[in-house]
């Protein structure tokens, strides 16, 4: 292996001396010139050359207020042209770097704007405080509007005729750089090459025709657009998205989903960084993986493209978004975001904007991005939909056939400070006789948290086949109510489930009147079983089949 290596490398040395020895013979035959190293400039009075890093003014060398080692490099000739190493590069004006930039003003086909040095020492685009630059966009640009590299000069004396012909007389654009001491250059960009490889540009106030590369199409000929930076959210970051609360989607400005945190000082779990609750639909466990998972997704959610800066309301509407077909809102410590979402487009893509920008931005964003926003409800609700600490709840209702039961929960401490609980059931019917009140003290309440624990574990399957007209005539027959139950909180919110059977295995759940989803019967009977067993003292196993 090491012999391979070795071999390698000589063979790789040898072509690189073959290469270079080609590229010093053929030198000035492909670059032109008297066969020695050095090339003519025509002298213009403005006009800069670099030689290696160092940018020197055209009338410094024609002064002579040069340094003596530029003046061996570089001579006047007779005619007035300038010879100089065939390293050197010409510049329209002296190169203005980055931190030397206060302002640029552009313009072109697709309108004019202005970046400025504001008062933070930050560039800005006017007009539109706060928004984020595209770094390696913005870079570009800067590059392109003042490193102005001529690949050749067409003339220095130009008529009328020749910017007509190089299209200078109707410029396709412009740009004005302005330095930080004041000075300004302004270029006028005419016509590309037939050859497509570069455009025809004029410096103001010079009768001089250059060529410029066509790197400047990808900057300085693109709208104001390409340098935003297409981010809809901030603030968030990985230790701490979890903390967003209030997260709420409306669709087509319907209420759809809010999902919340549950305060400090209610948590179920005093170990948990956060407890979920569903606000709305009321009923229902927050599925907290998927919502997570979407929360993380949303710590800096970034479109594909800006694709309009300066949105007004009849451009909201043109993109879909004064009335938007998704709205998404959540509070993160002080802050609150809003966004808009359109519909889906043909390409895949969404239309967004949001408060981050005023929506004065409107940006492109895959629908991978947010696939969230067409999921339905299923999604976000946990397979559990009944998931509330017992501590939480100061009376439940439970019905089926031959039963109907009311529990009342007390809550308090034993002598160790722990949580204990009593219960009193209000027997009102059931299947066999049974004492009309039942009381079930702390020391027997493991049954009654066994038989939470079967109402805990009935879970949704899918949604229901049925349609909106089944599920109506469905909920109108009472002889389908297989089971309901309900309970109340101890702050006073009341939810009611009820399941209604369609089939000999399946039921049909509503949550305070509303469903979408199914579950077994099964499930159901053995609920009823346990509660039966409740009441006659009977040793419950939630985790039994029946």
């Known amino acids: ?7 390698l490398t000589v063979i790789f040395a040898v072509l690189f001396v073959i290469l270079l020895a080609a590229a010093i013979i053929l030198w000035p035959t492909i670059f032109g010139g008297d066969g020695d190293n050095t090339i003519t400039i025509n002298a213009v009075e403005g006009e800069h050359i670099l030689i290696g890093s160092a940018d020197i003014a055209v009338r410094d060398i ?3 207020n040069v340094s003596d ?5 570089v001579s006047l000739k007779d005619d007035g042209t300038l010879s100089a190493p065939r390293y050197t590069r010409q510049l329209i004006f002296e190169k203005v770097d980055r931190e030397n930039i206060q302002a640029l003003e552009v313009s072109n086909e697709h309108g004019s704007y202005k970046i400025f040095r504001n008062a933070a020492d930050n560039f800005e685009l006017e007009g539109f405080p706060g928004l984020i630059f595209d770094d390696m966009v913005f870079s570009y640009l800067v590059v392109a509007a003042g490193h102005t ?3 050749l000069k067409m003339t220095d004396d130009a008529t009328e005729a020749d910017y007509a012909e190089y299209g200078l007389d109707k410029p396709i654009a412009h740009w004005t750089i302005t330095t930080i001491s004041g000075d300004r250059h302004t270029v006028y960009i005419g016509s590309n090459l037939l050859t497509d490889g570069g455009y025809y540009v004029q410096y103001e106030g010079r009768d001089s025709i250059y060529i410029l590369n066509n790197t400047m199409q990808y900057a300085l000929l693109q709208p104001a657009e390409t340098l935003i930076t297409p981010l809809l959210t901030a603030g968030m970051t990985q230790n701490d998205y979890f903390y967003a609360t209030n997260f709420t989607i409306w669709k087509n400005e319907e209420l759809f989903l809010r999902i919340a945190n549950v305060p400090t000082e209610e948590m179920s779990d005093p170990n948990a960084i956060v407890e979920t ?9 927050p599925h907290d993986n998927n919502y997570f998972e979407m929360l993380y997704g949303m710590i800096a959610l970034q479109g594909t493209q800006t694709v309009k800066v300066g949105a007004d309301d009849a451009t909201l509407d ?7 077909t998704y709205s998404v809102y959540y509070q993160f410590g002080n802050m609150e975001f809003y966004l808009r979402f359109s519909e889906k487009q043909a390409d895949g893509t969404y239309y967004a904007a949001s408060n981050l920008s005023d929506f004065k931005i409107i940006v492109k964003i895959d629908a991978s991005s947010v696939s969230w926003l067409e999921n339905p409800l299923f999604f976000w609700v946990a397979e559990y939909p009944f998931n509330v600490a017992i501590t939480k709840i100061a009376s439940m209702d439970v019905k089926a056939e031959g039963l109907d039961i009311s529990f009342a929960l007390h809550h308090g401490k034993d002598a160790e400070g722990n949580n204990s609980l009593a219960v009193t059931a209000d027997v009102k019917a059931a299947k066999e006789t049974a004492p009309s009140v039942i009381e079930i003290g702390e020391e027997d309440s493991y049954t009654f948290r066994q038989f939470y624990r079967t109402l805990l574990s009935i879970a949704l399957q899918e949604y229901t086949p049925l349609s909106d007209e089944e599920k109506s005539a469905l909920t109108a ?8 139950f309900s309970y109340t909180t101890v702050d006073g919110d009341t939810v009611e489930y009820k399941f209604y059977q369609y089939t000999t295995r399946h039921a049909f759940v509503t949550v305070n009147g509303h469903g979408e989803f199914y579950t077994f019967v099964d499930l159901l009977t053995k609920t009823a079983s346990d509660a039966e067993k409740l009441l006659k003292g009977i040793d419950i196993d939630s985790y039994a089949k029946n």
């Open 477 to 484: 027959d009472e002889d389908k109510l297989l089971l309901s």
């Open 318 to 324: 043109e993109y879909g978004l004064l009335h938007p």
């Open 149 to 151: 590299e001529v690949q």
């Open 62 to 64: 024609l002064s002579g």
């Open 277 to 285: 609750e569903m606000v709305y639909p009321k009923g229902y466990k």
């Open 1 to 7: 292996m090491i012999k391979k290596h070795s071999t």
């Open 69 to 73: 080692e530029i003046k061996s490099l």
